[in-house]
């Protein structure tokens, strides 16, 4: 199977991954898209909610959307960066083929990755224009001939702005699944 990872905080989850995620799906020839949260990530200074409140508010988000998945394969093997992932799945799974999913708005952060150009000669970018995209101009992930999905449709939506509408009491269920909605709201994760 041809599978694509979507990597990140996810902190929380919101309704432009999971657009994100579909687009993939639609757009390219992939047959699942793995979630995988990562438990910390070296690129930001910090999570709030907890690597098993993320997996849940994820498993809450595509439940019931086929073809999307939820891995804790970074947290089961102590797995902090990209390369080291990419790695553990080609071994775990030899029988599929994965591909790297990016959100725009972290391409010119890709260079500073662990170990970039290994990255892209073990696995294929996808990368998903978010709103305000500006063509990849980055010579080294050109040179990787990542996948640009130029006709996602594109959610304007950042778990920054889910958390800032939490923290002044503004309600969001317009901007994550309503189930998600109700577990941040339950367990009280960004008040």
């Not at 599978?3 to 309704?15: A, L, T, Y």
């Not at 999570?47 to 098993?52: G, H, M, N, T």
């Not at 923290?167 to 699944?177: K, M, N, P, R, T």
Request: glycine fraction near 6%; proline fraction near 7%.
């Amino acid at each position: 199977m041809k599978i694509g990872i979507f990597g990140g905080s996810f902190d929380p989850v919101h309704k432009g991954h999971i657009s994100a995620a579909l687009e993939v799906l639609r757009l390219t020839h992939t047959d699942e898209v793995w979630f995988m949260p990562c438990p910390r990530n070296p690129m930001k200074s910090g999570l709030i909610a907890s690597f098993e409140d993320r997996c849940k508010m994820i498993e809450l988000a595509i439940e019931g959307i086929p073809r999307l998945k939820v891995s804790d394969l970074q947290d089961i093997h102590n797995l902090t960066y990209t390369i080291d992932t990419v790695r553990d799945l080609k071994r775990k799974f030899p029988e599929h083929e994965f591909y790297w999913i990016i959100g725009s708005d972290l391409i010119d952060q890709f260079p500073n990755w662990q170990e970039p150009e290994k990255i892209m000669g073990e696995i294929q970018l996808v990368v998903v224009p978010l709103p305000n995209y500006v063509p990849i101009t980055n010579e080294m992930v050109l040179k990787g001939s990542p996948i640009v999905l130029n006709h996602a449709k594109k959610v304007d939506v950042s778990s920054t702005m889910v958390r800032s509408q939490i923290a002044i009491g503004e309600d969001v269920s317009h901007l994550v699944s309503p189930k998600v909605a109700d577990f941040i709201k339950e367990n009280r994760i960004y008040e």
